[in-house]
């Protein structure tokens, strides 16, 4: 009986140099597991492996060594501790995200709630070829958002209070882009060089910061054999309509112009820049 090796990629297990023997990609959403997964992973891996995880640069795992006729019995102790296989090959993958506000001080949006929002939106669906999502809390950027096609930045636009104010002036003390000046006992924010991180409100020691978070979107990253940081196009935006009306416009205009195998950026190129930043702003506002 012929194997279907292209349907066993798409569900995860991709080949290994060794006949017979597959490496088994797990779905996990922004790097998120459960002891009881992680349990389940590790017996899976003793069991039908050869005893050990590769945990990939996309924060998924990986069990090496999978034989070919252990397939159908992996896949059922899998679901037994609630772990799913993930997907290889041109469609959406696995979400990244870091551990945003809900864990780190830095962080100015949950992350975490937000990558799993994108994974039941677009975890694998079909497209012409592969296509990343990474989410990050903040400016530190630890998930390097530019580099993934779709890449989503969290930011804190902020509006000062003057009658909470205590004039301290640690807020412009603690500004990296030289944002914030204080004239005569009172803060001039240049809107042009803040960078929405949020570390002004933070510090205020006062409140005296009318903050309002946000999401900062930069659109086809390549980080493989050619590099290309991924651009902004639209302004920081603060709601959950807005933002999955803007995604949905990028994957659309991937899925309807992209050739088979050709990645967002290079789909961008040859389409033309204009017309996608049309595209992009046209959902943007509406």
């Known amino acids: 009986m012929a194997v279907d090796y292209a349907t066993l990629k798409k569900g995860g297990f991709m080949r290994q140099k060794q006949k017979n023997c597959f490496s088994l990609r797990l779905k996990v959403v922004g790097g998120h597991l459960t002891a009881k997964q992680i349990a389940t992973i590790a017996e899976v891996s003793e069991k039908y492996g050869d005893g050990y995880v590769h945990l990939t640069s996309r924060q998924g795992v990986e069990i090496p060594f999978i034989k070919l006729d252990d397939i159908e019995e992996v896949k059922t102790a899998l679901a037994e501790g609630n772990c799913e296989p993930g997907v290889c090959g041109p469609r959406v993958r696995t979400v990244t995200s870091c551990q945003g506000k809900e864990i780190c001080p830095s962080g100015c949006i949950d992350t975490y709630s937000l990558a799993k929002e994108l994974s ?14 990474g989410v990050t809390g903040c400016q530190n950027n630890c998930l390097k958002a530019e580099e993934n096609d779709v ?28 944002a914030i000046t204080v004239e005569d006992r009172k803060i001039i924010l240049d809107e042009s060089k803040c960078n929405y991180c ?22 086809g990253g390549l980080f493989g054999n050619r590099i290309h940081k991924g651009e902004e196009i639209v302004p920081i935006i603060h709601d959950k309509d807005t933002l999955f009306r803007v995604i949905d416009a990028a994957v659309g205009f991937f899925e309807e112009y992209a050739n088979p195998g050709e990645r967002f950026r290079l789909t961008i190129e040859r389409i033309g820049e204009n017309k996608f930043k049309e595209r992009i702003l046209e959902a943007y506002n509406g």
């Open 151 to 178: 890449g989503i930045k969290g930011g804190i636009k902020v509006k000062w209070i003057e009658d909470k104010c205590i004039n301290c002036g640690v807020c412009e003390s603690i500004c990296r882009t030289n």
């Open 198 to 219: 949020g570390r002004c409100t933070k510090a205020c020691p006062a409140d005296s910061w009318e903050n309002s978070e946000g999401y900062i979107l930069s659109f």
């Open 120 to 133: 039941e939106r677009f975890f694998a669906k079909d497209l012409p070829h592969k296509f990343k999502f």
